[in-house]
C-alpha cells in the first residue's frame, strides 16, 4: 500500500504522515520510506518512526532511504580541494547546493532548479571540451534531478513529486483566512512562509550514527547501512524501487538503512 500526504494517483493513500498512521497496530510486514524523513522536523521525524514501529509486525523491517548527510560533506571537501588546485568552480556550487538548497531555499526549486535548468546552456557547453571524467562528475552530482528537467529518453518517464498544496476548496478556504490574518498576504514574508510550509523543503539531514539513534531510541534492532540492492526484505532485488531501470541509483548521494522490530 502507498501512502503519501498529495497522491498524484488514485491508487495511493491521501494521509497526513505527520500524525497518526491510518493502520492498525501490528498491520504490516514492511515499512518503506523514501525521501520522506527529512522534510520532518526532528519532532515530527521521531513520532513518524514511533508509528513505524506501531504499525510492523514483530520481526518486521523498516527501510528508510533519506540524503547522506556525511557522504554529501565528505564529497564537498573533495570538491573543495580540487577546485583550490584549478578544479571547476561550477562542480563546488552544486556540492554546495546539494547540502543547503532544500534546507534555505524560499521557492520551489531554489537555486537547484535554476543550476539544472542552466545546464544545456552553461554547463554542458563547458564540459563540451573537457574529459568524460567531468561528464561523470555531473552525472553523479544531479543524478535524478537532472532526469526530471533534462529527460531524454522517453522510456524514463520523470517520477513524480507532491506536496502539501492550497488546491481545491480546502485550499481556497485556507487562503482566505490566511489574507485575513495576514493583510499583506501578496508580500515577500507572508509568500516565503506559504511556501515554507508546503512541505517542500528539507527540515533536516541525516548520517548513519544520526539514522542508529532514531530507530534503537524507538525500540527497533538489528540497525543496517544497505545499498540500494541489499535488504532484509525477502525478494527485495526484484522490486527495483531504489534503482533506474539501468541498474542506476534512483537516488544518487542517498544512505539506505533499516531496522527490525523485535518478535
Known sequence: MNVDFVP?????????????????????DVVYSSHVLEHFTRKEANQFIQECMRILKPGGVVRIVVPDLELLCRKYLGVLNRVRQGGELWELDWSVIQIVDQLARE???????????????????????????????????????????????????????????????????????????????????CSIGRFRMSGEVHKWMYDAIQLQSLLTSHGFVDFRVQDPLESMIRNWDEFGIDIEPDGSPYKPDSIYVESLKLV
Open 8 to 28: 498524484a494517483d488514485r491508487a495511493v493513500l491521501a494521509a497526513n504522515l505527520r500524525e497518526s498512521f491510518p493502520f492498525e497496530d501490528s498491520f504490516f
Open 107 to 189: 521557492k520551489s526549486g531554489g537555486q537547484m532548479k535554476e543550476m539544472l535548468n542552466s545546464v544545456e546552456k552553461s554547463v554542458l557547453k563547458q564540459l563540451a571540451n573537457t574529459s568524460s571524467t567531468a561528464r561523470r562528475i555531473w552525472v553523479e552530482r544531479n543524478g535524478d534531478e537532472d532526469k526530471q528537467t533534462h529527460a531524454s529518453s522517453p522510456s524514463v518517464a520523470p517520477r513524480q513529486h507532491t506536496q502539501t498544496s492550497f488546491g481545491g476548496i480546502k485550499g481556497r478556504l485556507k487562503r482566505f483566512l490566511v489574507s485575513k490574518l495576514c493583510p499583506e498576504y501578496s508580500s515577500a514574508a
